[in-house]
Structures are given as C-alpha cells and as structure tokens.
C-alpha cells in the first residue's frame, strides 16, 4: 500500500503524522511512504531523515493526496484536505467529528473511509491511540494553568505549590481518566492541594491507593460539584464520552460563585467541552474571562510540545497502520471489533453511533457496510 503524510496545516500545528522510525517500518514491510516536503521541519525531522528512511519526498500536498491509499495525519483534515479526499482512500487520524458538523459533511462528501484514532479501543477498555496525547494534555494542563494562575495573566496570583507558612493552590481535577490522572500527578508533583471528582468507585479507590493520602477522592455529584468549584484555584477539565459531545459539568451560573482569578482549563475542548462557556481557543489568544474565571479551552494542546507528541503518537499508531496496510481493511475490521470502534465514515455513510447522534444524524451498522461493499486496496 501507498501511504501517505502530508503537513499539518490547522493553525500552529507543528506535529506530523509519522516519524521516519515509523516510515522505515512501513517500507521494511514493503510497503511505500510518500512524505509532504516540510512536515516534519518544525520538529527537527527533516526531508533529508525521511528519505534515509526510505521515504520519497514530495513537493505539494496535492501530490500526497493524489497518490495514496491511506493519508494519515494528526489533526482532523480542514475543508481544503477535506475537498481532496477521494472514494477508496482510507483517511486515519484524529477527527472528533462530534463537535465539527461541517468536517463530518465535507467527509462523508468525500467518500473516502475515515477511521478516528480517538474511538478506537482496546481490550482493557482503553482508548489506546488517544491515551499518549491525553497524557502529554493532561500533563500540560497543570503548566498551562499555572502559568495563568499569574495576576498579570488575569489569575489570582496564587502560586501552585505554595511556600512555608502559605498554603499551596486549590486544584479540581474533573474527571480520573487518563487526562485526569495524568493531570494530577504533575500537580501533586508542583505542591499543590488536589481534588479529583469522578463517578467510578473504583477509579477512585485506585488513585487513592497510587497517592495514599495525598490525593482527595470525591465521587461526583450536583453538590460536590458546586462546593468544591466554589474553593477551587485552578479547574481541569477532564472527562470524555468516545466520539459524543463532553458533557457539560460546570455551567455558566456557577461562575457566579467562583473565587475571580479562578482558571479553568478544559482539556475536553475538542469533543465540544466540558464548561459550558467553553469554546476552542488558539495559542497565539490561548484565553479569555467570564464572570472573572479564566477560561484556557487551546484545542490541539499536545501541539506546544509537538516533537515529544509526534514520537509517542507514531508509537501508538504504527502498528495500527501496519495492519491497515498489510491486510483487507474490511476484513480487519469486521475481525477485530476495538479496531473497528474507530471506523467512523464509510462510503458516505456514518458508522459511529455516539458521532452520528452528536450530529443529529442517521447511522448504519459497520458490518453491514464493510461485508457489502467495503474493498480498499491492501497489499
């Protein structure tokens, strides 16, 4: 099979798509890698380091989507890439199409086959191509907002960990997952005074056995919510529902009742967010206030440290890719059904329940597709 990677273009988006470990696998594999010039600059993998992994070095996005059979990529494609999608390509990459209403039309257009690392499973229950991104997220959550926290970027001017005879910030981590978890321990690791609410019992009696003591575990409820919101420094927002819209766990009311300066980041902005007053921001203008709170809702975080995100996403994808390529798509799929927990557009047709009611939109049953009709090129 053919691959291909072109440069990210979404706005300040420095990762790509394949590192050139993970290009010279595929072609060791015998399969063939087709490289946009440039992705990979910004991050220091150069053109001259993808040909040395035997990779050809192409000129022109166009050229990439011309000649592949797959296009793999980090972010949802924009309209432009969306516009180049052909029937019979495969299209492999973050899509979060739940909150993106005009991207799910531009690609179910397309009729190209898109499958979302984001909803793909693992037999643990996991999420394992979102898990290495929701840990760089949930780590760059703390430092993000701490740094907001400052009073001259419009915090309350407490510092995280504190200093002897002044207590440490307050930090809500809403949400024990991965983003949660990962989250926590960067802030416990500053000095900081951390709360986790989740509904699962059990995730909190693992997180209360990892910290022994240093963690508060609160399950989740209207009031506990609303209390420790109230007492809170710094807010993250952490949960997720595969493929549908994050619910909405801090409304706008309750800003009323915030400490001015609080900070919220929410780092399920990309499946619509989890704050009511949330709404996708950049990292040239990251935040903005409402009612006094902070809100920093940056939609592609793991972006800010794109040399560290790109390795540990090819490592998780690579060997999702290497079977896409090497086997009958519509057969993997059907075979292995956390593979198939990420196919999400099928010849026009969405496939993904939870993305489907999101949009407000018909769904249809996978295999009903993939047996009929589903033949993409393999090798």
């Not at 291909?4 to 010279?24: D, L």
């Not at 380091?49 to 166009?62: D, K």
Request: hydrophobic letters at 45%; proline letters at 5%; glycine letters at 10%.
């Amino acid at each position: 099979m053919q691959l291909g990677v072109p440069r990210e273009i979404k706005a300040q988006e420095f990762r790509v798509g394949m590192t050139p470990a993970g290009a010279r696998e595929l072609v060791g594999a015998g399969h063939s890698v087709l490289i946009e010039s440039g992705a990979g600059d910004a991050i220091g993998l150069t053109d001259d380091l993808y040909r040395a992994a035997g990779a050809s070095v192409v000129e022109t996005a166009e050229q990439v989507f011309a000649e592949s059979d797959m296009i793999v990529k980090v972010k949802e494609p924009q309209p432009h890439e969306c516009l180049q999608l052909r029937s019979e390509q495969l299209l492999f990459t973050y899509l979060h199409l739940a909150a993106d209403p005009v991207q799910a039309e531009l690609l179910i257009n397309s009729g190209a086959t898109c499958i979302a690392y984001e909803t793909i499973t693992s037999p643990r229950g996991g999420l394992p191509l979102l898990a290495p991104m929701s840990l760089v997220a949930g780590r760059l959550s703390v430092q993000a907002g701490a740094h907001h926290m400052k009073i001259h970027q419009g915090g309350n001017g407490t510092l995280l960990g504190g200093v002897p005879g002044v207590a440490p910030a307050k930090v809500l981590v809403l949400g024990g997952g991965v983003v949660g978890s990962s989250a926590i321990r960067v802030a416990l690791g500053m000095g900081a005074d951390v709360t986790v609410l989740d509904r699962s019992v059990s995730r909190l009696s693992e997180l209360d056995e990892q910290y022994r003591g240093q963690l508060r575990t609160v399950y989740s409820t209207a009031e506990a919510l609303e209390m420790h919101t109230r007492e809170a420094d710094l807010i993250i927002g952490a949960v997720l529902i595969p493929g549908a819209h994050a619910p909405k766990l801090v409304t706008a009311e309750m800003l009323a009742d915030f400490k001015p300066g609080t900070v919220m980041v929410d780092v399920a902005i990309d499946q619509g967010g989890c704050f009511e007053t949330s709404r996708p921001t950049t990292r040239a203008d990251p935040t903005y206030e409402v009612d006094g709170v902070v809100h920093y809702c940056v939609a592609n975080m793991p972006g800010t440290v794109a040399r560290t995100a790109t390795m540990a996403l090819t490592n998780a994808t690579l060997p999702y890719i290497i079977r896409l390529a090497s086997n009958e798509v519509g057969s993997l799929l059907m075979e292995d059904k956390h593979f198939g927990a990420g196919l999400t557009i099928v010849h026009g047709q969405l496939t993904h329940r939870a993305v489907a009611e999101a949009l407000g939109q018909m769904w249809t049953e996978p295999d009903q597709i993939l047996r009929a009709s589903l033949h993409l090129k393999s090798a």
